[in-house]
């Protein structure tokens, strides 16, 4: 299985390495290359190609074509003196040239070549990802994460350098129903469910009795409490911002960002998401073809703070 994975794959991998192989062999025809790597961008999808080469010859006044691939960014600079240098590269609608009027004979340079990968599953293809969650121990909840490189000897063969893939999306579904659950006290969910009876009814007699069993739940509740003001706390704490008190993420990856799952908890009606999916990221290499991690989840901390939204004296 895992062979008739990698073959269905190489094609991919081998035309994305081409970009770096067919420049560095351009590079190779005029320059005395120092040095080289490429990189693949995940959250852009790019291939990112950086050389450092050398002027070791008279160059005559032309300019050079590296027609292959579909090139999002072009730069080359000087790195002593260190600047940019604008007029030396322009974007073809394939490829793009280099100026070699704008180089010194002896100068060293930095080429930097960033390259659109048309397949977005292609990094995926070559990550594997693991995602475990521990029993929860009362007051936190914690999630191992693992990836690895897949692939690791088609790119060797396919490459002479190192290639880094950067910024790995790594998405954690950290579930948080059951601390809203348990958070909130059932005097606000009886005043819910008469709201959400309310907002159905189309019968006046039974609008009018509701209305009498809401007048009478709120007088029967420990504390006066506004329920728009408090769902719209209860919102803001699954604002991205605000639910990341709540997270750590430690070991390889780091932290990135959060946001609403995609399911809400019926609560009587959709209020609340069911889970915050938390997005870390990670380096992969030739180097480092594994990486490992933990997203800690302080539940007992947000079961508190929903807590002490309905501590509001009245």
């Not at 000897?153 to 396919?158: A, C, S, V």
Request: aromatic share 12%; net charge positive.
């Amino acid at each position: 299985m895992g062979s008739t994975i990698a073959a269905s794959v190489e094609p991919a991998v081998r035309k994305v390495s081409s970009y770096a192989l067919r420049t560095f062999a351009g590079l190779k025809e005029d320059f005395q290359v120092e040095g080289q790597e490429a990189r693949i961008i995940y959250p852009e999808n790019t291939l990112k190609y950086s050389a450092v080469f050398r002027i070791t010859k008279s160059l005559l006044h032309r300019k050079k074509k590296f027609a292959h691939g579909k090139v999002v960014n072009v730069n080359v600079r000087s790195l002593i003196p260190l600047a940019n240098l604008p007029e030396a590269s322009i974007i073809l609608p394939e490829g793009f040239e280099i100026n070699y009027d704008a180089l010194k004979s002896g100068d060293v340079y930095l080429l930097e070549a960033e390259y659109r990968i048309d397949d977005p599953r292609f990094v995926d293809a070559l990550v594997d990802k693991i995602v475990s969650r521990d029993s929860p121990v009362g007051e936190k909840d914690t999630y191992w994460m693992h990836a690895q490189l897949k692939f690791l000897e088609t790119f060797k063969r396919l490459l002479y350098t190192n290639v880094a893939i950067q910024d790995i999306d790594f998405a954690v579904d950290v579930s948080v129903h059951q601390d809203i659950n348990i958070s909130i006290p059932s005097y606000f969910r009886r005043r819910l469910n008469v709201i959400h009876e309310w907002i159905r009814m189309s019968d006046p007699r039974q609008a009018w009795r509701l209305s009498h069993d809401y007048v009478r739940l709120k007088r029967m509740e420990p504390s006066k409490i506004d329920v728009l003001e408090v769902i719209s706390n209860l919102q803001n704490l699954f604002l991205s911002r605000n639910f990341r008190r709540f997270l750590d993420v430690k070991k390889d990856f780091r932290y990135h960002d959060c946001q609403r799952g995609t399911d809400f908890y019926e609560f009587p009606f959709p209020t609340w998401p069911k889970t915050m999916s938390v997005i870390s990221r990670v380096n992969l290499s030739f180097e480092k073809p594994a990486a490992d991690g933990f997203l800690i989840y302080k539940s007992k901390d947000f079961r508190k703070t929903v807590e002490n939204i309905f501590q509001k004296p009245g």
